[in-house]
C-alpha cells in the first residue's frame, strides 16, 4: 500500500472509532443527536440506546479490521472497505443521502487509492 493510501485508510478507521464512540460511550448526548439527527429523549429509549451500543461496536470492529490490516494482512484492507461502502449506499438509500458522502466517501477515497496506488 502506498503512503496516502495507508493515510486515508487511518482516517476511515478513525472515523469507525468515533462512529464507535458516539453510539456506544456518549449514546444520548447532544454531539450524537446532532450526528444522527434525533431527538435526545430518542437516543435515551432503553430500547435504542441498546442498538445503537450494538452498532457501535460494530463500526469499532471495523476500525480495528482495518488496523489489523494494515498491519499484519494488507489484502483486508480493500474488502473492508467495500463492507463500508456497501452499509453507506444502504445507509444512503434508507435513510438519509448525506450517509454517502460523510460515511462513504472516505472510504471510497481510500479503495481507490488502495486499488490504483502501489
Known sequence: MSILSTIFAVLVALECFYIMYLETIITD???TSQVFGMKREELQMN?????????????????????????????????ILVYIILVAIYGAVSSN????LMQGGPAIIALILNLLVK
Request: no cysteine.
Open 29 to 31: 448526548s447532544d454531539k
Open 47 to 79: 430500547s435504542l440506546n441498546t442498538l445503537f451500543k450494538n452498532q457501535g461496536i460494530y463500526n469499532g470492529l471495523l476500525g480495528l479490521g482495518i488496523f489489523y490490516g494494515l498491519v499484519f494482512n494488507p489484502s483486508l484492507v480493500p474488502a
Open 97 to 100: 443521502p448525506r450517509i454517502l
